[in-house]
C-alpha cells in the first residue's frame, strides 16, 4: 500500500455532519415506531486493525453515539509515529444513511458525505460521484469476521482502488 493512499482511505471512512442527525423514520405498517437504518452498520462497532503493509498499520474504531449515529476514529501508524488521522461518522439522516469523513487537512477541514446504497447482507456501500477521490467505499464482510474494505473512484481521468483489511483487535 502507498503512503499516499493510505490518507485517502482513511478520509474516506470519515462519516457525518456538525449537527445533530433527526430521529429514525417512522415505519408505516410494520408495528415498530422507527426503523433502525443503522442496524447493518452496527457490525463495525468496536476496534479494527490492518495490518497488510509492511511499512504502515491502519486502525479504525467505531461506536455508538445514541441510536442514529456511529462515530468513527481513523488513523494509521508508520515506524510507530501517527502520519494519518480522520473522524468518521455513520447516522441516519432524512431516511437515509450517510458515511462522512473529515481530515483537517482536506476540503478546508469539512466533513465529505457519502450516502448509503442498497447492498447485500454482508456489504455496506457508499457513494458521492462529485467526490475528487474516491467515489465509492465498499465494506465487505469476510469469513473470519473482518472487513474488506475498498475505496474507489476516478482520480485525474485514471481508474484507482485501495483495498484494505480490518480484523478485528
Request: with cysteine.
Amino acid at each position: 500500500m502507498k503512503a499516499a493512499a493510505l490518507p485517502l482511505v482513511l478520509a474516506l471512512a470519515v462519516a457525518g455532519c456538525t449537527e445533530a442527525p433527526p430521529p429514525p423514520p417512522a415505519v408505516p405498517g410494520s408495528g415498530h415506531a422507527t426503523a433502525d437504518l443503522l442496524a447493518p452498520h452496527r457490525a463495525l462497532l468496536g476496534e479494527w486493525v490492518d495490518k497488510g503493509s509492511p511499512k504502515f498499520t491502519c486502525y479504525e474504531r467505531w461506536s455508538a453515539a445514541g441510536d442514529s449515529v456511529l462515530d468513527g476514529f481513523g488513523y494509521v501508524l508508520a515506524n510507530n509515529d501517527t502520519v494519518f488521522v480522520e473522524e468518521l461518522r455513520i447516522e441516519a439522516r432524512d431516511g437515509a444513511v450517510v458515511y462522512s469523513a473529515r481530515i483537517q487537512s482536506q476540503n478546508d477541514g469539512r466533513w465529505v458525505p457519502f450516502t448509503g446504497l442498497p447492498s447485500g447482507p454482508d456489504s455496506l456501500l457508499f457513494e458521492n460521484p462529485g467526490h475528487d477521490f474516491p467515489q465509492c467505499i465498499t465494506y465487505a464482510k469476510d469469513g473470519s469476521g473482518g472487513w474488506n474494505v475498498t475505496v474507489t473512484g476516478n482520480e485525474n481521468g485514471t481508474e484507482r482502488a485501495e483495498r484494505f483489511h480490518f480484523a478485528k483487535m
